[in-house]
T-cell receptor, first 115, second 109 residues
């Protein structure tokens, strides 16, 4: 029943490690997103991706990379984790098209703590 | 630059009415969204305005003035479960959402 799901929900890891967060949506949406929400609660867009285009926020370090095996999945890979990467990462999806208001549906979030 | 401003925190009483304001500056405009986020949970969609005026949806209403770059979310008959952060987000010309930091709403009995 879950519309947008993410795994894992919690991730605790050491600096320098490489980790991945998985995201799946069963809404049939065209576009998926990754957001980072820091301790000040700002939601910062990292990537948006549909089958035509990957849009990257230029402030995102290239240690972060999205991987989309198919339309329903957009996974986030993070290399060489740093302390500042600790945050909550949200996946979201929306349906493309002017008639759909492009309302974004969010996953439950992955709480990443880098030690 | 692109910017969203909303108050950091507001307090209201159960059963009362509260208005949360949001001002925005974006490169182009394709609508204004309000989301609700309970602590430790994901944001959930509340409302969308692209034309000037008031949109009412049950206890929640949202208003937009494009000429003023201004929106508000109006919550009536406040309930304890309305305690949450309310996020304002404006969609720019590239259909990207620019998010505010959220307004933490505290409801007191």
């Amino acid at each position: 029943d879950t519309a947008v799901s993410q795994t894992p929900k919690y991730l605790v890891t050491q600096m320098g490690n490489d980790k991945s967060i998985k995201c799946e949506q069963n809404l049939g949406h065209d576009t998926m997103y990754w957001y980072k929400q820091d301790s000040k609660k700002f939601l910062k867009i990292m990537f948006s991706y549909n089958n035509k285009e990957l849009i990257i926020n230029e402030t995102v370090p290239n240690r972060f990379s999205p991987k989309s095996p198919d339309k329903a999945h957009l996974n986030l890979h993070i290399n060489s984790l740093e302390l500042g990467d600790s945050a909550v990462y949200f996946c979201a999806s929306s349906q493309e098209g002017r008639d759909f208001m492009e309302t974004q549906y969010f996953g439950p979030g992955t709480r990443l703590l880098v030690l | 630059g692109q910017n969203i401003d909303q108050p950091t925190e507001m307090t209201a009483t159960e059963g009362a009415i509260v208005q949360i304001n949001c001002t925005y500056q974006t490169s182009g405009f394709n609508g204004l969204f309000w989301y609700q986020q309970h602590a430790g949970e994901a944001p959930t969609f509340l409302s969308y305005n692209v034309l000037d005026g008031l949109e009412e949806k049950g206890r929640f209403s949202s208003f937009l003035s494009r000429s003023k770059g201004y929106s508000y979310l109006l919550l009536k008959e406040l309930q304890m479960k309305d305690s949450a952060s309310y996020l304002c987000a404006a969609m720019d010309s590239n259909y990207q959402l620019i998010w505010g930091a959220g307004t933490k709403l505290i409801i007191k009995p």
